[in-house]
């Protein structure tokens, strides 16, 4: 599929993705590398947290999100570039062997106010939802 | 630093984190496993893109945030668990022998309202902003 222009895009387009497998081994060593926390790393310390088992970091969800999307027929001319998200929400753990594939629908075409590049240090902005257990009454 | 319950957060609260460089390397081969796109893995091709050089991949620079968080003084018993962001931007690309750090404030506590995991197949909801080119005119 060629590339696309602004102009070739309009709300309610819809694109897929091809598929992938997330490997135990990879979940494992991606943590290992990013995301070092038990449950990420240790069958057994993830049987006994939240998570109930092995899952893979949310890193590593998003970053082979984006393999898909980048091998997708989504195809923007200049290439996929984020700016950042309005929302961003992981509902379920991802577990070894399960298969991910990626569905994307064009929700808005609007013309950017701003240079995506400003003059400053900050590199990522975030405003997060962390899961914090409560102290037993 | 002990483990922090619930309780233990109240809003204003701030952490920060160690350094960490981020290597020319580690940019082309964590792109070229999650993000293969030309500005994240070669030099001459990222000249002539929007990022005017080299630049890591946004996931990259996103997983290193949470290696830097891991190892801070943050710790929420049982783990740093995000469910999402609510808001999630990179203003400015990431570039071979840039240092990296944190800095964490907590906005608010309060209770769940939901379970963070659900019965369902959707792994990853986000709604994203991307940067397309406009054709010449």
């Not at 309005?86 to 594939?101: K, N, S, Y």
């Not at 106010?113 to 914090?132: F, T």
């Amino acid at each position: 599929m060629n590339e696309r222009y602004l102009e070739d895009f309009a709300a309610g387009q819809i694109y897929g993705s091809g598929r992938i497998t997330v490997e135990e081994d990879r979940i494992k060593s991606f943590a290992a590398e990013f995301d070092p926390q038990p449950f990420h790393l240790d069958e057994d310390c993830a049987r006994r947290s939240i998570f109930g088992g092995l899952a893979a970091s949310g890193w590593h969800t998003a970053a082979l999100t984006m393999r898909l999307l980048v091998e997708s027929d989504f195809k923007p001319v200049g290439g996929i570039i984020g700016a950042g998200f309005d929302e961003f929400r992981w509902p379920l753990p991802v577990r070894p062997g399960d298969e991910l594939h990626v569905e994307s629908e064009v929700l808005e075409v609007r013309p950017s106010k701003s240079r995506p590049h400003q003059k400053g240090e900050v590199v990522q902005v975030s405003v997060g939802n962390l899961v914090v257990p409560r102290r037993l009454a």
